[in-house]
């Protein structure tokens, strides 16, 4: 695609069950939800609305546009099959508009906990919550682990 030319906005971020193209002032990031629609498989993750990028030869960073508008996870598997059943067997949504790193840091990691996606690993396309907890240690924790808290 040559340069300029901007490429159609496919299947838009919702939030709050709108389509989402355009970033609020003062937005740093969100943290967002992509269905399946036929299997109800999840992916929850995160993404900037903005890059700091050196241009070659000068001093100073350049603020630029993300690229959240085509943006489909680093989940290489669920990548594959956006490629394979095409934009329109998903769902996407934003669940959280986020102005600082830190907050959306904390929030994707607090949904990816209230989701309990490290101990039903079935129903989403997510390997791993922030590189430190995996699903294989968990699953089945309840049965195994005796709590006092009722």
Request: charged residues 30%.
């Amino acid at each position: 695609m040559a340069r300029g030319k901007e490429k159609p906005y496919l299947n838009p971020w919702l939030f709050n069950g709108k389509p989402f193209d355009t970033v609020p002032a003062g937005a740093f990031g969100f943290v967002y939800l992509i269905t399946e629609l036929e299997t109800g498989k999840r992916y929850l993750g995160k993404k900037v609305f903005w890059f700091k990028r050196k241009q070659a030869g000068k001093r100073a960073k350049v603020v630029k546009e993300s690229d959240w508008k085509h943006y489909w996870s680093s989940c290489v598997a669920l990548k594959d099959l956006v490629k394979e059943k095409g934009v329109d067997a998903f769902k996407r949504e934003i669940l959280a508009v986020c102005t600082t790193e830190r907050d959306m840091n904390y929030l994707e990691v607090k949904y990816q906990f209230g989701f309990n996606i490290l101990e039903q690993p079935e129903g989403w396309f997510n390997e791993n919550i922030n590189g430190n907890w995996y699903p294989k240690n968990y699953v089945g924790l309840a049965e195994r682990t005796q709590f006092s808290i009722s």
